[in-house]
């Protein structure tokens, strides 16, 4: 695939209705539009106890973050919650090559574009996004977007699709919610 392809497959994304996904969380304030101040219920600054309590005991503690899985966008995700000095401070979201859903470059790009519009729509802040595609006839593509909010929190959003031999391939999306501090 060329690249005017993945910037063509931008632009159409860009015109396709946004998909339905779960409203991160989010406070009114500052020149940007709306502040992070974490994701879904998980608020910057919780402890970890608080943290496993909200989550009824389906999370799990691994080398000091809290593990879990979400579902987003009709994905499942695994949710990594990091702290610093033992209060929330980063939620790391990652669907994985073993929850990705077979599709075509086209279609994974797209649904990163919807993912952001939603983020965009939210927190009422545009996105900045990069897109590449690297490879002939097998062609890896990769979209990064960033949303930055004027206290300094961001969130960034990565998707990636693999190629299999029939044309169509996985799809893997990352998003990234971190604190100002």
């Not at 940007?32 to 943290?51: H, L, N, P, Q, Y």
């Not at 919807?114 to 590449?132: G, I, K």
């Not at 206290?151 to 699709?161: D, P, T």
């Amino acid at each position: 695939m060329r690249l005017w392809h993945v910037f063509a497959a931008v632009a159409l994304a860009a015109a396709l209705p946004a998909q339905a996904a779960d409203a991160p969380a989010g406070t009114g304030g500052g020149s940007s539009g709306f502040a992070v101040d974490g994701w879904r219920d998980f608020k910057f600054g919780m402890t970890r106890d608080e943290v496993m309590e909200q989550l009824h005991g389906t999370g799990a503690i691994y080398a000091g973050a809290v593990r879990s899985t979400a579902e987003l966008g009709g994905a499942t995700y695994d949710v990594l919650m990091k702290f610093k000095d033992n209060r929330l401070h980063e939620v790391f979201l990652k669907s994985g090559l073993g929850y990705s859903r077979l599709q075509t470059d086209q279609q994974c790009l797209a649904d990163h574009m919807a993912r952001v519009r939603d983020l965009e729509t939210v927190y009422n802040v545009r996105a900045e996004t990069d897109a590449s595609s690297i490879g002939g006839s097998v062609r890896y593509v990769f979209a990064r977007s960033r949303l930055s909010f004027a206290n300094g929190a961001r969130i960034s959003v990565e998707g990636k699709f693999v190629p299999s031999l029939d044309g169509n391939g996985l799809c893997e999306s990352t998003l990234f919610y971190q604190d100002a501090n």
